[in-house]
């Protein structure tokens, strides 16, 4: 099962502040919406995702169709076939992607330490 790139999603408490922050390390902003509080940052193969308010808590994310530069791929396992193996495996997933659709998509799953799993597939 390839679950696609990966990086982490960090709950902050302050976006501006955060951002200052990660950009000391080296960090670029590669994408997101300062206004809407959400950041994508990049230091050279290694990405994170800043996110004001809208995750609990930090969480390990994977994006099927996307290389390591949010550049699509031309062949990816989608997020509904993803779905279907890990629900084969006896895993119980927190949120599900819709079977009925084609796309973009996103399912949740919880690992044994409460730490949350994020696969979010945001190209057809």
């Known amino acids: 099962m390839k679950l ?4 982490i999603s960090l709950a902050v408490k302050d976006i501006v502040v955060s951002r200052a922050f990660y950009e000391k390390l080296g960090f670029e902003k590669v994408g997101g919406e300062l206004d809407q509080k959400w ?11 800043l996110f004001q308010g809208m995750f609990e808590n930090n969480c ?3 994006n099927p169709g996307w290389d390591s530069q949010a550049e699509p791929l031309e062949e990816f396992e989608d997020v509904r076939v993803i779905q279907r193996k890990l629900k084969e495996k006896g895993l119980t997933l927190a949120t599900e992607a ?3 659709t084609t ?4 399912l949740i799953l919880v690992d044994p330490d409460g730490n949350p799993i994020l696969i979010d597939q945001h190209v057809q």
């Not at 696609?4 to 990086?7: A, K, M």
């Not at 950041?39 to 995702?49: A, Q, S, V, W």
């Open 4 to 7: 696609g790139t990966f990086s």
């Open 39 to 49: 950041l994508i940052m990049r230091n050279g193969e290694t990405t994170i995702g």
């Open 60 to 62: 390990l994310t994977f």
């Open 98 to 100: 819709d079977e009925s």
């Open 103 to 106: 796309g973009p998509a996103s």
